[in-house]
């Protein structure tokens, strides 16, 4: 069984800024991402396999999440084809194939929807483009309701604010209810109510993973640093990916936390029960597994008696625990209502470095030229800090404050404009390489842009999912694997800690 | 879906990680790399050797970087490093060099 990726060619850079592609139709139609196994979908509440009336289950399914969820309906009752959001999936941009324009890929459910709920296409559905629900339409489904990141950036360019990621996550809803669930998120999930994260880290190894990075900050600072775990009566819990205790660069991001921690003089605690900030039970749609795996934290923060929850560097957890975790799990009356509830890793430190309380020698930085890859989640689902645009501005601040080389790419590529890294929304998963590397292509090109115009050659992201995807498609397009960074890398890079032994010292 | 190991049919799933954990072999991690187009040489070996070792203790491959300090003070620095490991495991220590050691595939956003 050869690497899933290595039977592709390597994509060509579009000319930046990035060009429109001629369409080529069914160019990703064969892309499948592998089925979930019954246990996986049993484990989450769903049928193991394809239910005999699995036609009739999914009607209904569509009609119960129409009535429940009303933005759901307009979404598909408001669309003019207009044609503003064709142009703006990064799957569109590098697939070429027109069902991955937004547009089209609400029209496979929306079609559907028109047929059994509206009066035209029950009766008349060749004039209103209605169509039967069949098995291939199901198939079609899965097909490119997994090429959607559900990264909303067509939902900016949509007149009528229609969102194409409430769309796919009700898809993904539907196709799980009938019994025909994705492995790679299914998997996860079910993993996560068993161990208490997605990675399947146990409380043993989580503790010796983290002894192992307090040696490394004790080798590197002369600092004893800690990361503390299951600690009652800290005052803050920190739920951050477990992806920070197992991959790079992630795990340099979760050193620069605690060096910030350690710095503030702050007392903090992981938890082994809720080692999780990810949430996939939204890029599932469902309503239930999202507020389980939310529950975890919430019961977390009430074993350990904290008085904050800070999230580290996640996206779509950010998303989650921005916008939902108080109607997901709250209320959260028992935690000190003087700060965010919750707060952001990189809100945290903004406030230790304008404070001064943070020592920082920039220079420490100055190899580096960097650039900020805006996370779809945070941009477009989130805030931070007291001011508009705090989700763009606040990392952008962190990341001034420890270096002195910055430069942002083209205005079009980020902020609220901001490209998904290609592996967003469930799909980072190696059987979608060949659409995680043709995904990425915008992105790949606007950086290239910058490489080449200022020298940039650091890209700081402050999620999980963008972290790996980066790592792992960025030498596709010639950068090395480490041009990703996490944001508190950098920052761990500048703080000067107390009592740390700088090759100043040793001079 | 299953490798020949000597006329003996080893399950594996869709990405050639073996079902049964108990079924890992020395013949069968050859096998594994003959299918992903690794040649196994000292290094490759060490790796998959600690791997195993680390998982028996903890159930779950190792972060990266506390494979990459184990061999960097078993063989060297020269070896224990993360550019090496990718030319060791060009589809990443992590997953490839799981696939061979007979460990499940490290699941998550790594």
Not at chain 1, 10 to 38: H, N, R
Not at chain 1, 379 to 406: H, I, T
Request: proline content about 4%; overall charge negative; aromatic content about 10%.
């Amino acid at each position: 069984m050869a690497p899933l990726d290595d039977k592709k060619d390597v994509p060509m850079f579009s000319d930046y800024p990035q060009q429109i592609p001629k369409i080529e139709c069914g160019a990703s139609l064969d892309t499948d991402t592998f089925k979930a196994y019954p246990e996986h979908n049993e484990a989450l509440g769903f049928p193991g396999e394809l239910l005999p009336n699995w036609k009739e289950v999914a009607i209904a399914k569509m009609g119960e999440l129409a009535k429940k969820n009303r933005a759901f309906q307009v979404y598909l009752d408001a669309c003019v084809k207009c044609g503003a959001c064709t142009d703006k999936c990064q799957y569109f941009l590098g697939t070429s194939d027109p069902k991955n324009m937004p547009v089209a890929r609400q029209d496979l459910l929306r079609s559907v929807y028109r047929r059994y709920f509206t009066f035209a296409g029950k009766y008349f559905p060749w004039l209103v483009g209605a169509r039967d629900l069949t098995k291939e339409v199901l198939d079609e489904w899965y097909t490119y309701y997994h090429q959607c990141s559900q990264c909303r950036r067509c939902a900016v360019a949509c007149p009528y604010g229609i969102d194409t990621a409430e769309i796919s996550m009700a898809a993904r809803e539907i196709l799980d209810s009938v019994g025909v669930g994705q492995k790679y998120c299914n998997e996860i999930i079910a993993k996560l109510k068993k161990t208490g994260n997605n990675l399947g880290l146990n409380p043993k190894a989580l503790r010796a993973t983290l002894e192992d990075m307090e040696e490394d900050l004790l080798d590197e600072t002369g600092v004893e640093v800690k990361i503390p775990l299951d600690v009652k009566g800290a005052d803050i819990l920190l739920i951050t990916p477990s992806a920070d205790f197992f991959a790079e660069p992630h795990i340099e991001g979760l050193m620069g936390y605690a060096k910030v921690f350690h710095s503030a003089g702050v007392s903090w605690t992981l938890s082994s029960y809720a080692s999780e900030a990810a949430n996939f039970g939204m890029f599932i749609g469902s309503y239930e597994n999202m507020r389980e795996v939310s529950w975890r934290i919430r019961q977390a923060a009430k074993d350990l008696g904290v008085k904050r929850i800070i999230f580290g560097e996640c996206g779509h957890a950010w998303r989650v625990a921005y916008s939902f975790l108080n109607t997901l799990a709250g209320p959260f009356d028992f935690l000190d209502q003087n700060y965010p509830i919750p707060q952001h890793i990189l809100e945290f430190t903004l406030d230790e470095i304008e404070s001064g309380r943070l020592k920082i020698d920039k220079s420490r930085n100055d190899e580096h030229v960097v650039t900020f890859h805006d996370s779809c989640n945070v941009a477009r689902g989130s805030a931070m800090g007291d001011k508009e645009g705090g989700q763009f501005d606040v990392p952008r601040a962190v990341l001034k404050a420890v270096c002195n080389n910055f430069h942002d790419m083209e205005r079009d590529t980020i902020r609220e404009n901001t490209f998904c890294c290609g592996g967003g929304g469930g799909l980072l998963t190696d059987d979608l390489m060949d659409l995680r590397i043709k995904g990425a292509k915008p992105r790949m090109t606007a950086l290239k842009q910058v490489a080449d115009e200022h020298g940039v050659n650091k890209m700081v992201a402050i999620c999980a999912i963008c972290k790996t995807q980066f790592a792992k498609v960025m030498p596709k397009y010639g950068f090395d694997m480490d041009t990703i960074q996490s944001a508190h890398q950098l920052v761990a890079n500048a703080v000067i800690l107390d009592g740390q032994e700088t090759e100043d010292d040793a001079e | 879906m299953a490798y020949d190991v000597n006329g003996t049919a080893v399950e594996h799933d869709e990405e050639g990680y073996i079902t049964n954990l108990s079924d890992w072999s020395q013949e069968l991690a050859g096998v594994i790399a003959q299918a992903e187009e690794i040649e196994m040489t000292d290094e490759h070996w060490a790796v998959v050797n600690f791997l195993r070792d680390y998982y028996e203790e903890y159930q779950i491959a190792p972060a990266v970087r506390v494979l990459i300090k184990a061999i960097k003070k078993s063989m060297g620095p020269e070896v224990g490093n993360n550019k090496y490991m990718y030319e060791l495991f060009p589809y990443g220590p992590a997953k490839q060099a799981c696939k061979i050691a007979g460990l499940p595939k490290p699941t998550g956003c790594v």
